[in-house]
């Protein structure tokens, strides 16, 4: 009977550890300030401004950052191919239905 004992006390504290562990992990990392955001901004902005010249002169706002990140093969500067490579990848937007329903399920493909 000890032995069986010992064995649930270590698989417990095993899981114990485990759980600690798991909870401990940042999955929710801090959004940066907007300070910091308008930061990043005018780096990009100036890193870039050859490149945004050159292959995004028609997007305007975020449109931009798409554009860069669309066309990070043909960037010309290392510093703004560094500044492209910071940025994180977002899910795509999808808006709003009208009426603002947003828990439907999609309509299926005919």
């Known amino acids: ?19 600690s562990a798991y909870a401990a992990e940042d999955k929710h990392p801090q959004r940066p300030s907007r300070a910091e955001l308008e930061q990043r901004l005018e780096n990009l902005r100036t890193a870039c401004a050859d490149d945004i010249a050159a292959l995004c002169s028609d997007a305007e706002g975020p449109q931009v950052i798409r554009c860069l990140k669309e066309n990070s093969d043909s960037l010309t500067v ?12 977002r899910p795509p937007h999808h808006p ?7 828990n439907q399920a999609p ?4």
């Open 78 to 89: 290392a510093t703004c191919q560094q500044e492209v490579a910071q940025i994180p990848n």
């Open 107 to 110: 309509e299926a493909a005919e």
């Open 1 to 19: 009977m000890k032995t069986v004992s010992t064995v649930s006390r270590i698989l417990i504290l095993s899981f114990i550890v485990a759980l």
């Open 96 to 102: 709003r239905p009208p009426g603002g329903e947003c």
